[in-house]
Structure formats: structure tokens, C-alpha cells
């Protein structure tokens, strides 16, 4: 059973920068896809970033290219994104993802409407205006 903790979040003023960090434990497989959701009060999920722990491959929503970066630390098993020029509507709960099936990481037409196995408890964003 893979367990997930993020951590992180917090408040920022708009331009800022926070870096999240997603902790995993209990991996039997040697690569995954691992993924960042957000959730905004009254919207919808949105996938933010995500990566193929194997290949170390990157997929990012348009929303967030060029700002946001998703990493990995193998000998920690921990993800990170970090986010720049963070603006007002990032805010959202951010939550951690995470399959055995590495090929979710390939969907089309999009790899974040795969149905990923693992979630953590989610780490809460604010950016002020």
C-alpha cells in the first residue's frame, strides 16, 4: 500500500514562489506515475503536473507551463512542484497522486483523466492578490 503526504502549502502574495513536496512510502514498484491535482473551492479537480518516476517524463496543464516544475528526489521517494510566479487563481488545494500503472502517465488526450490508485490528504495554496 503506497502512502502519500504532502506538504508545503501556504500563503503567498502573487509573484511568489512556494515549493510542495509529495512523500511516498511503501512502494513495491520501481516506477510510477506520479501526479498534482487542485482543487479550488466550487470547481473542478484539475491536474496540474505530473511524471513518470521511470523515465523521469513531464506533462504540465497549460495553466501552469512555464512556472511550474515537477521534480523528483528517488533516494528521498519524494515529488516535488515547485511553483513560480504564482498568481491568484493557483489557489486551490493541491493533492498528491499516485498509480503502479505507469502508462496512465501516457493518456490521450489527456494523461490526467486516468484513474490514479493513491491520493494524499492535500496541502492547501492561497496566493493574495
Known amino acids: 500500500q503506497v502512502h502519500l503526504v504532502e506538504s508545503g502549502g501556504g500563503s503567498v502574495q502573487a509573484g511568489g514562489s512556494l515549493r510542495l513536496a509529495c512523500a511516498a512510502s511503501?512502494?513495491?514498484?520501481?516506477?510510477?506515475?506520479m501526479v498534482w491535482f487542485r482543487q479550488a473551492p466550487g470547481k473542478e479537480r484539475e491536474g496540474v503536473a505530473l511524471?513518470?518516476?521511470?523515465?523521469?517524463?513531464?506533462y504540465y496543464a497549460d495553466s501552469v507551463k512555464g512556472r511550474f516544475t515537477i521534480s523528483q528526489d528517488s533516494a528521498k521517494n519524494t515529488v516535488y512542484l515547485q511553483m513560480n510566479s504564482l498568481k491568484p487563481e493557483d489557489t486551490a488545494m493541491y493533492y498528491c497522486?499516485?498509480?503502479?500503472?505507469?502508462?496512465?502517465?501516457?493518456?490521450?488526450?489527456?494523461?490526467?483523466?486516468?484513474?490514479?490508485?493513491?491520493w494524499g490528504q492535500g496541502t492547501q495554496v492561497t496566493v493574495s492578490s
Open positions: 511503501g512502494y513495491t514498484y520501481t516506477a510510477y506515475c
Open positions: 511524471m513518470h518516476t521511470g523515465a523521469g517524463s513531464t
Open positions: 497522486a499516485a498509480d503502479s500503472s505507469p502508462h496512465l502517465c501516457f493518456l490521450v488526450p489527456s494523461p490526467f483523466l486516468g484513474n490514479f490508485g493513491y
